[in-house]
């Protein structure tokens, strides 16, 4: 395939394993606030931004209920949750495989920016990444992650030429087509998308080590 100088990465389910660290703040937070979640805490939850999945576990859209829930997951998830985050085995190989190629890495994520760069640190993976992009970069908040990448490169000056966004889910390839990029899908993740759910031009990796080889393909 093409060379694509400019790799702009989705961060859940794509780099890392946050699930069980979400997972168990979600729960902390609904025990906090005493209300009981109308659907299963599980990983079928990862994905969008935290307040439409509170909206979603809680089955309101209060929003002084959803605030509250919002602060109790904060306080669990950005004082020491986010801890318990791992990378999916070779992703650091593949990040140091990229920025040794002269490539040059973004992120752009549904999780909030704070915890993002903990995130990012705790792993060591702070130096890997030129860009970082979340929906609350800015105020009022970005709307979607499709808004969220055409931002980044409008932001950074990058060419939708140079660009390419690896993703997990099927929002991660409609918002790379929403700006014109090319999308491969991340399959090891637990976003990951079906045969049957791939569209015309999409491509996928089965592991790190495969997004490598596409990516720095001749």
């Not at 990448?149 to 997990?168: E, K, N, S």
């Amino acid at each position: 395939m093409a060379c694509y100088p400019h790799i702009l990465f989705d961060l859940d389910g794509t780099l890392i394993d946050s699930a069980p660290a979400i997972l168990a703040s979600f729960r902390e937070a609904f025990a906090r606030c005493a209300i009981a979640p109308v659907r299963a805490i599980d990983d079928s939850v990862i994905g969008p931004p935290l307040h439409e999945t509170l909206q979603l576990l809680a089955g309101r859209s209060d929003a002084a209920l959803i605030g509250e829930l919002a602060d109790a997951f904060k306080a669990s998830y950005d004082g020491s949750g986010y801890r318990a985050t791992a990378a999916y085995a070779g992703v650091a190989a593949l990040l140091d495989e990229l920025a040794g190629a002269g490539r040059t890495l973004s992120i752009a994520t549904n999780k909030r920016l704070h915890p993002t760069r903990l995130i990012l640190d705790h792993l060591g993976w702070g130096a890997h990444f030129a860009h970082v992009y979340a929906l609350d970069l800015v105020s009022p908040r970005l709307p979607d992650k499709a808004t969220m990448i055409g931002r980044l490169l409008a932001d950074q000056g990058i060419a939708r030429a140079q660009a390419i966004y690896i993703g997990d889910r099927r929002e991660d390839g409609e918002s790379a087509d929403a700006n014109g990029l090319p999308f491969i899908a991340a399959t090891w993740g637990y976003g990951s998308l079906s045969a049957d759910e791939m569209r015309a031009g999409w491509r996928a990796a089965a592991s790190p080590a495969d997004l490598a080889a596409l990516l720095l393909a001749d």
